[in-house]
């Protein structure tokens, strides 16, 4: 590679890894300074003042700060174990539906579930709130006529969680959807023609064929997912604010009310330092994992 060459592709590279490292890497690493620090958020950061792992060691305390977060966590590794398990294979049932050419309505059935995407979470979260009030919502009106009784949804701690993964499965499926679809465009339609002269059945053809040819793209799937559902912020601070008794109470919304209403800056960089490292860990387990499975 000629020198003029290299330096033409440093000088092209240079204003998008500028932006990339003023945008995110500085922002991770001063958070990561702060969670090593006794600091307000109603200070400068001049006024941090070092205390190393201390941060750390309250959030994982016996205290009720300790309680907190890891009630927190808890509430966030829930909310984000049931939307993959629900968003992933709704999204494989849809794309294999959407993708079958015969199947009538196929375009105008893509184009509904991915419109639910593009709706602002704010907006779906409103919209949300009012479909599960106890009394007025339709969600519990439809129960009726088949003769269930009204369900408590946000108000009881044992529903709350659950009825908030709902409102995301129904605006993140449509998007996830598409993704399967692009997975599926990829795979031959000889191999299937194949397999159905060897006599296999539509299961046998989606498990020996469609499932290993997706795994690629389940695993993108489950590394955005997974990366949407520890994000979770809207829904929580515009229906529950955490409640009831801290039931639906996730990271971020936590993170906020430590790091911003309580002020304790450094508690609060010390939670997203830890919810930042959680994250890479099961990022990384997913890719040994997919890489584990290929090379068997």
């Known amino acids: 590679m000629s020198n003029s060459y290299r330096g033409s592709v440093l000088t092209m590279l240079t ?124 969600i519990n009106q439809m129960l009726g006529w088949v003769g269930l009784g009204p369900q408590p949804w946000l108000s009881s701690p044992s529903t709350a969680l659950v009825s908030i993964v709902l409102l995301n499965v129904w605006q993140q499926v449509g998007y996830f959807t598409v993704l399967i679809i692009a997975g599926l465009t990829q795979i031959p339609n000889s191999l299937y023609e194949a397999a159905t002269l060897d006599g296999a059945r539509p299961r046998q053809q989606f498990t020996a064929i469609t499932l290993p040819l997706l795994r690629r793209t389940l695993l993108f799937s489950a590394v955005i997912a997974i990366i949407n559902a520890v994000q979770v912020f809207e829904p929580v601070a515009l229906i529950t604010q955490g409640g009831p008794v801290g039931s639906t109470n996730v990271l971020t919304f936590h993170i906020r009310r430590v790091g911003i209403e309580r002020a304790q800056g450094g508690l609060g960089s010390a939670m997203a330092v830890t919810l930042m490292l959680s994250l890479i860990v099961v990022i990384f387990a997913l890719f040994a994992f997919a890489r584990r499975n290929d090379n068997e």
């Not at 205390?51 to 977060?69: A, K, Q, Y």
């Open 15 to 138: 204003p998008a890894v500028g932006l990339i490292g003023v945008f995110i890497f500085v922002p991770m690493l001063l958070t990561v300074w702060l969670s090593l620090q006794d600091w307000s958020t109603q200070t400068g950061f001049q006024t941090a003042r070092f205390i190393g792992l201390d941060n750390f060691s309250e959030i994982f305390g016996p205290t009720s700060i300790g309680r907190d977060f890891k009630r927190a966590f808890v509430n966030t590794a829930l909310y984000t174990v049931l939307s993959i398990a629900l968003i992933l294979p709704l999204s494989v049932a849809f794309g294999l539906l959407v993708h079958q050419r015969n199947v009538a309505g196929g375009t105008i059935l893509r184009t509904v579930l991915f419109s639910t995407y593009m709706v602002p979470m704010i907006a779906v979260a409103l919209v949300w709130s009012k479909l599960y009030s106890p009394t007025e919502g339709p």
